[in-house]
């Protein structure tokens, strides 16, 4: 896909920028140096075969836009660009879990939360808005995501988030595997691109554990609850295994920490005894529910608990994944660097990361050209030649 401008003949519909704000900017420059190293590659072969290319900023050292979000000694903020975006196809990044950050407010010093990022993300849409070509908004974790049905007299954060967005201006949504992607009917007209880390799952996991079984009698995956029924599917199909899920008995009777605590995880499937389990959900916020899951396949006797997740939040610590991990519950955990990871986290033996930075600087370039990324949305045939590959040549 890197090569599409090549192969394709397709120039790209205008100069493209990567606008990331603070909170994702050490990801974004590992995209930046994907997309710049993808379009060398393209001026090579375009070289090689005489041709000539003729366009503004395609051959560039950085495509990473100069901007700041200055914030005032009362909170207030705005967005600052340095350079010119006139007529340039913008991708504007944001990470709204970074809560690394933070701003001083009359004297007191607070950590961003996801609204303060939000709010960011529109003053950079409004600082650029009328003189972009295009405004992409590429928000791995989507803003509110949770919060994507009404079951009571409660507000639909993630929809009016989605539809401001809209409102301003905004053509397309990149976002990765969202909490119920159904969301984007809130904003028909626009794009909305739900893009899964299926594959790089797969990769880091073959590469890490060099000996494990891909067949039904020694692996299965697991669907912790009911909303990770789609993912498990998916993938137990392209392994050709079983699956299994959980589903969560909750105390309707009681709200504790903004939700019905779980009373009890009851499990649908066939047995997991002596086989390596792969618990595969969305993110991991708490990490109540996914240790408790694998609590209880490890006294159902499985030999190898695995835990992926796209979004690895860890909200209360990790104090009790290191717990289960001493227990031998977990054997290891993987998430995506799509999100904020702290240095702590990094530094755990249980802990894998599958790097998503050359998977999203492809879908940019795909799309700064305006070609299918089809096959990109369903990674299935990539996950079927690996798989090949894996079990044909016994590595990967």
Known sequence: MANDFVFKDCLPVAPLKLAALEGCREFAALVNDHIVSFRRHDMEELIRRKADLNYRG???????????????????????????????????MADVTNHSLTYSMFGNTNHMSPDDHFQDLKRLIGATAATAHRITVVMPFLYEG???????????????????????????????????????????????????????????????DPGLVIHKDHLMIISPDEGAMDRAVYLANNLSVDMGMFYKRRDYSRIVGG??????????????????????????????????????????????????????????????????YEKGYIDYVMTTNLNYRTKELLSRQWYLEADMSKYLAAVIN????????????????????????YRTTGND
């Open 58 to 92: 395609y051959d560039v050292n950085s495509y990473l836009l100069d901007f700041h979000c200055p914030r005032f000694g009362s909170g207030e903020a705005k967005a600052v660009v340095f350079e010119s975006v006139r007529g340039a196809d913008l991708f504007a």
């Open 146 to 208: 949770r919060q994507h049905r009404r079951t009571s007299r409660e507000s639909l954060d993630c929809a009016m988030a989605l539809e401001e967005l809209a409102s301003m201006g905004v053509k397309n949504i990149i976002t990765f595997d969202a909490h119920d992607p159904r969301v984007q009917n809130a904003i028909p007209l626009c794009g909305f691109d739900n893009f899964m880390p299926t594959y790089q799952f797969i990769k880091t996991l073959l590469s890490h």
């Open 259 to 324: 939700r019905n605590p779980i009373v009890a995880h009851e499990f649908l499937g066939a047995s997991v005894e002596g086989k390596t389990v792969l618990i595969i959900d969305d993110m991991i916020a708490s990490g109540e529910s996914m240790l408790d899951t694998a609590r209880e396949l490890k006294d159902r006797k499985a030999k190898k608990v695995i835990i992926c997740c796209t979004f690895g939040l860890f909200a209360n610590g990790l104090e009790k994944f290191d717990e289960y």
């Open 366 to 389: 795909s799309l700064n050209h305006d070609v299918s990324i089809g096959k990109t949305l369903s990674p299935t045939l990539k996950i079927q030649e690996r798989i090949h590959r």
